[in-house]
């Protein structure tokens, strides 16, 4: 059987495809860009032709991310948090405390064994404990959103960013600029920063091994070590983790699906 993932998030809308609920298929990722419903069947396309299916290949559909609920094709649609716990733990198993840095919110959430999370802390306040936060100081600080993390890793002395408002926040960096700061050191307060802010969430939560970050961050080397740094724990930043909401929900659906096809178990004869 075949179930399809698709995280449809406000920057991007992820997908994967999965084979019996155990071997992830193929992924696929696109811009948002404000059109959730066609970005969730651009991805779709992509998944379908990479595996070279039709369509009516794909045994059950679900959906996760802020627009789960707009996907007219889904059969079923699970909460973004519920998703990305189940897909770090098809990930890595350990995983028993998972970090989501998205692009509008952060979350933090403690797991059981079998992904079910058992607590969950987020924070929707402001752009400042968010991932889109690197990408608005990636621009204001004329550095390529890719060269972020390679030049953080240089810094020799980097400068906390005290402030917990990302207007204020920018306005420091802007200051760190002005004073001759070295770049490094204000990219990798940058991610000192949004470290910080999610490691209240963690405390909230409480903060167990094994600890998975996931979501876009994953491939952030920098994000990764300020996270370690902050957390005094090592951190595990599997390349898959991306996708880990999709794979999440693939691996749901996998498991409805089985519940669904299930045959009713007949009764025993009648006694004579």
Do not use: W
Not at 105 to 129: I, L, P
Not at 171 to 181: F, K, W
Not at 223 to 238: H, K, N
């Amino acid at each position: 059987m075949i179930t399809c993932g698709l995280d449809l998030g406000a920057g991007s809308t992820k997908g994967v495809l999965l084979e019996d609920g155990h071997r992830v298929l193929t992924t696929a990722i696109v811009p948002t860009r404000g059109n959730a419903v066609d970005a969730g069947r651009k991805v779709l396309e992509l998944l379908v032709e990479e595996e070279n299916l039709l369509p009516g290949e794909i045994d059950y559909l679900c959906t996760t991310g802020g627009a789960r609920y707009a996907f007219p094709d889904r059969h079923l649609q699970v909460s973004d948090i519920t998703a990305s716990a189940r897909g770090a733990v098809f990930l890595h198993p350990g995983t028993r405390h998972v970090v989501d840095i998205g692009s509008q919110s952060s979350r933090a959430m403690s797991v059981s064994e079998t992904g079910r999370v058992v607590r969950f802390k987020m924070n929707e306040k402001c752009a400042a404990g968010a991932g889109r936060f690197v990408d608005r100081c990636a621009k204001y600080l004329q550095v390529p959103l890719e060269e972020m993390a390679p030049k953080a890793l240089a810094a020799s002395n980097p400068k906390m960013i005290s402030s917990v408002c990302a207007v204020l926040a920018e306005t420091e960096i802007i200051n760190n600029v002005a004073e001759e700061i070295p770049l490094p050191d204000i990219l990798m307060g940058v991610f000192l920063s949004l470290a910080q802010r999610a490691h209240v969430l963690m405390r909230y939560v409480g903060i167990q091994p094994d600890i998975a970050l996931v979501g876009g961050l994953v491939h952030s080397e920098a994000m990764v070590r300020a996270l370690e740094r902050t957390a005094s724990a090592p951190v595990i930043a599997d390349p898959k983790a991306q996708h880990a909401a999709a794979i999440g929900a693939a691996v749901l659906g996998f498991a409805r699906l089985q519940k669904l096809t299930e045959k009713p178990t007949p009764l025993a004869a009648a006694q004579v």
